[in-house]
């Protein structure tokens, strides 16, 4: 079992820059795949970006590709999510997931067993 915490929502200007965390508890986080997903208001739980037990393979979805970057410390078991040229459009409560398959790349939240309880990230115009 993992438990998830993710932090470092907040309110920033359009072009700004958050940097959020997920902490993970449990002795098998590095075994673990690990994502983020988004959810605005009034839309689907949308797939940000995800990376593989080792940190070795990313994947992004189109719309944050070259803004956002993904990365994990398992010596921490934590992974983040840099946001940088943040824009309204990117304004949602963002999830951070898990998934037991540690080289999975999967975009489908099905494929996610473990989630946390959302961080709030509003980017005004």
């Known amino acids: 079992q993992v438990q998830l915490v993710e932090s470092g929502g907040g309110l920033v200007q359009a072009g700004g820059s958050l940097r959020l965390s997920c902490a993970a508890s449990g002795r098998t986080f590095s075994s673990y795949a690990m994502a983020w997903f988004r959810q605005a208001p009034g839309k689907e739980r949308e797939f940000v970006t995800c990376?593989?037990?080792?940190?070795?393979?990313?994947s992004y979805a189109d719309s944050v590709k070259g803004r956002f970057t993904i990365s994990r410390d398992n010596a921490k078991n934590t992974v983040y999510l840099q946001m940088d040229s943040l824009k309204p459009e990117d304004t949602a409560v963002y999830y951070c997931?898990?998934?037991?398959?540690?080289?999975?790349?999967?975009?489908?939240?099905?494929?996610?067993?473990?989630w946390g309880q959302g961080t709030q990230v509003t980017v005004s115009s």
């Open positions: 997931a898990g998934n037991r398959y540690s080289t999975s790349t999967s975009r489908g939240a099905d494929d996610y067993a473990y």
């Open positions: 990376i593989t037990w080792s940190g070795a393979t990313t």
